[in-house]
């Protein structure tokens, strides 16, 4: 690689060394490390399948001995799009092995949003089902590898399931390479020492390297990259694992998508393996799955966007299931009503614990043994005594607490740049190194923040983020619209839904078929429009700029 990657100076490194957040250990030596220390117990269930730590570790090294055999190795970049599935972890895990750094797409991505990883991450391989949620993402790999064509990076598909047709689309059973045995490797008097190739725990990952990459919600066009490293990831799901008290004992639920940052690491599958509990991989969102794996399981603690707590709340309360060992709940990802927070804990016989993250670092928890007014009117605190937060006024100057602004912010586990974006990085950041989060809060004197809006042309569905911009440059090119504005509106149901403010010729297109034009185009379906107003024109501010709060504003009193 030739471009220098954003990264913390030797200085904050030395001291977030020195404070022990870092602890130098890349995930292949950490899960090695669990194998040693807790084998015996169960790491992962998926269904009917269950993994031991030994087993996990086992199963890590024949990925990885497949995935080496494809040619992959230290530094390369593998996009991941799998549903909730225990292979989700299994691929992570091979690919940790070899120090090869995971792309973690969404299920929903589609050929822009995958094609886009694909190009920008340089990426050498894609992992896919073969199908999921009614959608053939063997066809989407047909498209990305038409797209990129033979100078594209990518060079092996790998499908969970059936590969199909094509040859040259590998099945992941076939990558479960046993590695070579011991003997193989060990030196004769006649011969010389075999060359021990790299470090078989993390093909020779330095704990500075990126280990993942996670991707923004995004504000311009397509998603950002956001590098994770071995040593500020790890602390990121230690220090949420602390938070939230886990040990052996632990059993988590992942309910949300797997590679969301919240599920993964907040403390989710990595805190929770971290701590030497278990996994337990729930296949869809929906309360009565939940239920069911808390009660056969005896899930301890699990995680929910908002628009799914009153689905969880009612079928709780209207059916008779054995929640009695799940201890916490945790909601974040979007805005939690208060009324929905004050009511979740009582219904479900648990504690609640509101999150707010975000995938480039800085994550806030409540505490467990917080008064209920904060666990119910605020977004938590930082998880780490050395998260910085400032809160600052539209010429970035700090406010006092109690008054709202921008939330700054830098620490152990906050990136300094996105990944391959250096123009977008001199606006992303502050000269010394904070992370404009576009988030706008109120800090409290305890240090807990509460959200009070945003500042980036972002709409946030119920926790799936929309960047206007990317929607409005492909609303352009349907060929009945001029202009266009997509603004969030409040929603019962998503906290907040989109509105595409559209400018046309003639007839406007309906909301539908605004969907099939953008699915035709390749976007994820959740960046659809939920409703599509014609308007004569866009309102513009003083300076110039489509004026969206006008929109939303109109929106709301017709
Ligand atoms: C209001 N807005 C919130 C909350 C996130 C844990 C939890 C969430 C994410 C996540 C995450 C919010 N109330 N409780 O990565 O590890 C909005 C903010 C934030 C953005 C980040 C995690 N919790 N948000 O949602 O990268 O606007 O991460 O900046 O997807 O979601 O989005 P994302």
Same mark, same amino acid.
């Given at each position: 690689m030739t471009e220098t990657q954003k990264t913390w100076s030797e200085t904050e490194s030395a001291r977030y060394r020195a404070a022990g957040h870092w602890q130098g250990v890349t995930f292949g030596t950490l899960l090695r490390q669990g194998a040693a220390g807790h084998g015996g117990r169960v790491a992962l269930i998926d269904g009917e399948r269950r993994w031991t730590y030994a087993d996990l570790d086992a199963e890590a090294d024949r990925v990885a001995g497949g995935l080496r055999g494809l040619g992959i190795g230290r530094g390369d970049r593998v996009v991941v799009q799998l549903p909730n599935s225990a292979e989700f972890v299994l691929v992570w895990f091979g690919l940790q092995r070899l120090g090869a750094v995971p792309v973690h797409a969404m299920p929903g991505h589609r050929r822009r949003e995958i094609g886009h990883l694909v190009r920008v991450a340089g990426a050498v391989a894609c992992?896919?089902?073969?199908?999921?949620?009614?959608?053939?993402?063997?066809?989407?790999?047909r498209e990305v590898?038409?797209?990129?064509?033979?100078?594209?990076?990518?060079?092996?598909?790998?499908?969970?399931?059936?590969p199909g047709p094509d040859d040259d689309f590998v099945p992941f059973e076939a990558l479960r390479v046993d590695p070579p045995s011991a003997s193989g490797l060990t030196a004769t008097d006649s011969l010389p020492a075999p060359d021990p190739g790299p470090d078989p725990d993390d093909g020779g990952a330095d704990p500075?390297?990126?280990? #993942?990459?996670? *991707?923004?919600? +995004?504000? /311009?066009?397509?998603?950002?990259?956001? &590098?994770?490293?071995?040593?500020?990831?790890?602390?990121?799901a230690r220090a949420c694992a602390q938070v939230c008290a886990l040990d052996a004992r632990t059993v988590y639920l992942a309910v949300l998508p797997i590679g969301f940052n919240f599920t993964f690491a907040c403390p989710g599958? #990595?805190?929770? *393996?971290?701590? +030497?509990? /278990?996994?337990?991989?729930?296949?869809? &969102?929906?309360?009565?799955?939940?239920?069911?794996?808390?009660?056969?399981?005896?899930?301890?603690?699990?995680s929910l966007t908002p628009p799914l707590v009153p689905h969880w709340m009612d079928e709780a309360v209207s059916s008779s299931w054995d929640l009695g060992s799940l201890a916490v709940v945790q909601v974040g990802g979007a805005r939690l009503p208060e009324d929905h927070a004050r009511k979740l804990g009582p219904a479900l016989g648990v504690t609640v614990q509101q999150v707010f993250g975000m995938a480039e670092g800085l994550i806030n928890l409540t505490r467990l043994d917080d008064p209920e007014d904060l666990?119910?009117?605020t977004q938590g605190r930082p998880v780490s005594p050395d998260d910085e937060i400032l809160v600052v006024d539209t010429d970035g100057r700090p406010v006092p607490d109690g008054t709202a602004g921008e939330l700054l912010t830098r620490g152990p586990y906050t990136l300094r740049g996105y990944y391959r974006a250096e123009e977008h990085n001199r606006t992303a950041f502050t000269p010394d190194g904070y992370?404009?989060?576009?988030?706008?809060?109120?800090?409290?004197?305890?240090?807990?923040?509460?959200?009070?809006?945003?500042i980036k042309d972002q709409i946030n569905r119920g926790g799936e983020k929309i960047a206007a911009v990317e929607v409005e440059?492909?609303?352009?090119?349907?060929?009945?619209?001029?202009?266009?504005?997509?603004?969030?509106?409040?929603?019962?149901?998503?906290?907040?839904?989109?509105?595409?403010?559209?400018?046309?010729?003639?007839?406007a297109p309906s909301a539908r078929e605004v969907a099939a034009h953008l699915r035709e185009r390749g976007l994820a379906g959740h960046k659809a429009p939920d409703e599509v107003v014609?308007?004569?024109?866009?309102?513009?501010?003083?300076?110039?700029?489509?004026?969206?709060?006008?929109l939303a504003q109109g929106f709301l009193r017709p």
């Open positions: 992992v896919v089902p073969d199908r999921h949620a009614r959608f053939d993402h063997r066809e989407l790999m590898r038409a797209e990129q064509g033979p100078g594209g990076s990518l060079r092996h598909v790998v499908v969970v399931g059936d500075a390297d990126v280990a #993942l990459l996670l *991707l923004s919600g +995004g504000t /311009t066009g397509l998603p950002k990259l956001i &590098p994770r490293t071995h040593d500020d990831y790890a602390y990121n599958v #990595l805190g929770t *393996l971290m701590a +030497g509990g /278990t996994v337990v991989v729930a296949p869809d &969102p929906s309360p009565q799955t939940g239920f069911t794996l808390v009660e056969r399981e005896g899930v301890t603690l699990t666990v119910c009117a992370y404009r989060s576009g988030d706008v809060v109120r800090r409290l004197p305890t240090g807990h923040l509460v959200v009070v809006g945003r440059e492909e609303l352009l090119t349907h060929p009945a619209i001029t202009a266009a504005a997509l603004v969030g509106v409040p929603d019962e149901r998503w906290g907040e839904r989109s509105v595409a403010f559209v400018v046309c010729a003639g007839a014609q308007v004569p024109g866009l309102p513009l501010t003083a300076v110039g700029k489509v004026d969206k709060a006008a």
